[in-house]
Each structure stands twice: as structure tokens, then as C-alpha cells.
């Protein structure tokens, strides 16, 4: 897999407000699905939300929480989909937001559906 594009540099109160909502997603599938995803919330305790998101895009295949996302129908709730938030695209490259839609599409989530759906509830 090649290389991601050199790294966008990040608007802090951005990337504070991104690494936020990927936390509040792990304490709402603790909550609501019994799920704590402890290593990808230590990774984003100790990296930020952005940068935990392009090493879980550099890694081969998906990560194991991603897997379990994916069989409890949440994957909503990934870092991949949190990407694509139009609020939160301008932190990563368009090379990091393919592959995180690539990702998401080959495990048959509608993309485009659930960024409508977010986009209406802002």
C-alpha cells in the first residue's frame, strides 16, 4: 500500500474537537453496546484523534475493533467515518479520506447516507 500523502497540518481546536468525538463514540459503545474499544482509546489518548486515524489507515487490512463495529452494525462510530465529516476533512489528505471510504464501502456501509444523515442532526 503506498505511503499516505504528506500530513495536512491540523487546525488544533479541530483536531481537539475531532480526537473529542472519537472519545464520546467509544463512551457511547461502552454505554449502549457493552463494546469499550480500550487500545484504539489509549491510541487516541496518547497520538490525538488524527494521527491515530492515519496509523489505523496505514495498517494492513482492518483493525480488530473496526471488525466488531462492522458485525454490530455501528461503523458509524469508526474513526474512518468520523473522517469523512465534512466539519473534519480538511485534517486529513484526499489520499486518507479515500482510503477511509474505500475501507468503509468494502465492508458495505453506505457512506454517502450516513454523512447526509450527520450533516442533519448538526
Not at 487490512?61 to 474513526?79: D, I
Not at 486518507?96 to 450516513?114: I, S, T
Amino acid at each position: 500500500m503506498p505511503e499516505p500523502a504528506a500530513s495536512v497540518p491540523a487546525d488544533p481546536r479541530l483536531a481537539a474537537r475531532f480526537t473529542e468525538d472519537l472519545l464520546d463514540g467509544c463512551r457511547v459503545l461502552a454505554k449502549d453496546y457493552g463494546y469499550r474499544p480500550a487500545q484504539f482509546e489509549r491510541m487516541v489518548r496518547e497520538h490525538g484523534g488524527v494521527e491515530a486515524a492515519r496509523l489505523l489507515l496505514r495498517g494492513a487490512g482492518t483493525a480488530g475493533g473496526f471488525t466488531v463495529l462492522w458485525e454490530k452494525n455501528q461503523l458509524g462510530r469508526s474513526s474512518e467515518a468520523v473522517m469523512l465529516r465534512e466539519e473534519y476533512a480538511e485534517l486529513f489528505t484526499p489520499d486518507e479520506l479515500l482510503l477511509a471510504r474505500r475501507r468503509l464501502e468494502e465492508h458495505g456501509f453506505d457512506v454517502d447516507a450516513h454523512l447526509r444523515r450527520v450533516a442533519g442532526t448538526q
